[in-house]
Structure formats: structure tokens, C-alpha cells
């Protein structure tokens, strides 16, 4: 409240406006409070606009960190694959050796099979062929992808080369294995040729449709080649016979046995004991008469009895 003074007349003085000492505390403590009010304001402010700048520094030292890590397993990843890299080429040079190795080996196959080289080849890759597929190989590095390709080919070839040789030795021991060869007895020799000749019991001019080898009776009488018994029995004129069927057109007879061993349906292998030496049927003395049968017309046994079987494996 503002009061006027005294008059000028009581105080000898122009009149002038006094303030209430209430009055006057008052607006010093609204003007304290607003200075610390805007200070206050002030720091709020400082420390709202100082802590974006100090996460985001915060934020880069975290990440100079991680860089610092991941460089780091970088150069380990670098360094196990390099070992992985120089441990895999390792393995190549020894894949590739083996499979020069395998390739001798083929080589050698093929000529202890005796294989006509035009027949088989094992150094020149098969003829192939096929729809391409288009499938991305895995990142590899150039050369080290180029030696995998190559030698992955290359395995593919001979694995191709060896099936064909081993169709064909096996073709070619199994050929050989029913293929009529070798003489039906030890010991014996020829007494009677195949073709005409004077027929024993009578002197005409007859034709005799086998061998007649002579060996002592009861003597053990051998197949000559694998095959299946297809009869065991009598027939007339050979007396005791064994006939076996041996695939592929060739059937052999063995006639004039003393006793028959072998029975019908049986699987022999050449050199089996399938009868005994004898003088049944037709017969002037004991030997054992061997007929060679191909695609239904007798053949001259000669040529293969003459020849001589290697010795194989039995299947």
C-alpha cells in the first residue's frame, strides 16, 4: 500500500511515495525465486541437449569396439581357412596321385585280360552325354575349383572304365568257363575221330558223331565246362549217359559210363566228377565217347579238347 506523508508544511519537504517493508520482501523473494528458476531451466537445458551428443559418442566407442572385435575373428576365420584351404589342397595332390595310381592299375587289368585295345580302352574317357543342368558350383577359388572339377571327372571316368572292364573280364571268364575245353578224362588218349569212319561191329561206312578215348574202366570222367545236368540216364546205343547244358548254345554228352553220378538239374563246374569210365551200350571196351553240341548241331570236340582251360575262381 502506498500512503502519503506528511504534508510539506509538517515536513518542509516535496511529498513523496513510501514503500511497506512487507511489500518490499515480497518482491525480492519473486525475483530470487524467478533468477533461480530460469538457472535451473538453464542446467535442464544443458544436460538436455549435452546427453544426445554423449550416447552418441558412447554409441561410436561401441562400435570402434566391435569393429575391433570382428577385424579380429576376421583374421582367425582368415587364418582356419587358410589351413582348411592349404589342408584341402593337400588332399587333392594325394587324390590326384591315387588316381593316377588307379589308372595304372585299369591299364594293367586290361592287358593281363589280354583285351583287344580296340575292344577296350581304359585311357580314353567313355563317350557321354545329357541335358545340361546348370547347377552353380560352390565358391571355391578358381584353380583349387578347376583341380575338384578335373579330378571329380576324372574319378567319374574311371569309375565308368572300371565297370566296363570288370563286365567284360567277368563276360569273358564266364565265356571261358562254358565254353567247352580240355579233355572229359586224364590220361586217356583218342582211339576214334570224329567223322566217318568203319563202323566197329559191322566195318560199313558210318558216321561217328564224337571222340572215343580210351582209359581204363571205372576212371573218374570230368565236365568240361560249367553248366547244368539236363539228363542222367540210359539212352540207346550210349549206354550210361550225362548230358549238360552249358549256355550260350554248347552242350556236351558223355556216353558209355559204368556209373552215372551226376543228376538231373544239378549245377557242375568244369573239372567235376560227373560219372565213371565204362563199356555200357554200343561199346567194343571201356572209354568214354564225348559228343560237343552247338545251337542244336554236333561239332568236331577236337579243337576243344585241344585247348586248355585257365584256371579261374569258381562263382
Not at 582356419?80 to 593337400?90: E, G, V
Not at 569309375?159 to 563286365?167: I, P
Not at 551226376?262 to 559228343?291: K, L, M, N
Amino acid at each position: 500500500m502506498i500512503l502519503v506523508a506528511r504534508s510539506a508544511k509538517t515536513t518542509g519537504h516535496s511529498p513523496q511515495l513510501l514503500v511497506c517493508p512487507r511489500v518490499r520482501r515480497r518482491t525480492v523473494a519473486a525475483t530470487s525465486a524467478f533468477l533461480c528458476g530460469c538457472a535451473l531451466l538453464g542446467g535442464l537445458a544443458t544436460l538436455v541437449l549435452a546427453n544426445p551428443r554423449d550416447r552418441a559418442l558412447q554409441e561410436i566407442a561401441n562400435l570402434h569396439a566391435q569393429v575391433g572385435n570382428q577385424k579380429t575373428q576376421l583374421v582367425s576365420v582368415r587364418e582356419t581357412a587358410q589351413r582348411d584351404m592349404d589342408a584341402m589342397a593337400l588332399k587333392l595332390g594325394e587324390l590326384q596321385a591315387q588316381s593316377i595310381r588307379l589308372d595304372a592299375l585299369g591299364q594293367r587289368l586290361a592287358e593281363t585280360g589280354k583285351l583287344d585295345p580296340r575292344e577296350f580302352d581304359f585311357s580314353r574317357p567313355p563317350a557321354l552325354g545329357g541335358p545340361e543342368q546348370n547347377i552353380a558350383p560352390a565358391g571355391l577359388p578358381s584353380n583349387l575349383d578347376a583341380s575338384l572339377d578335373a579330378l571329380r571327372s576324372r574319378f567319374d571316368h574311371q569309375q565308368t572304365q572300371l565297370g566296363v572292364l570288370a563286365d567284360l573280364l567277368m563276360n569273358r571268364q564266364l565265356d571261358a568257363r562254358i565254353k567247352p575245353a580240355g579233355m572229359p578224362v586224364v590220361d586217356g588218349y583218342i582211339a576214334s575221330y570224329f567223322g566217318v569212319r568203319p563202323d566197329p561191329f559191322n566195318g560199313r561206312r558210318d558216321f561217328h558223331p564224337g571222340l572215343d578215348i580210351d582209359v581204363p574202366k571205372g576212371s573218374p570222367v570230368h565236365a568240361v565246362a560249367d553248366g547244368v545236368v539236363t539228363f542222367a540216364g540210359e539212352r540207346t546205343g550210349y549206354g550210361k549217359v550225362v548230358e549238360i547244358d552249358h549256355g550260350d548254345g554248347y552242350m556236351t554228352r558223355y556216353a558209355h559210363n559204368s556209373k552215372v553220378l551226376a543228376h538231373v538239374g544239378e549245377r557242375v563246374h568244369a573239372g567235376d566228377v560227373i560219372s565213371q569210365v565204362g563199356s555200357t551200350g554200343r561199346s567194343t571196351g571201356p572209354h568214354v565217347h564225348f559228343e560237343v553240341w552247338y545251337q542244336g548241331r554236333v561239332v568236331n570236340p577236337l579243337a576243344f579238347v585241344r585247348s586248355t582251360r585257365s584256371p579261374v575262381g569258381r562263382g
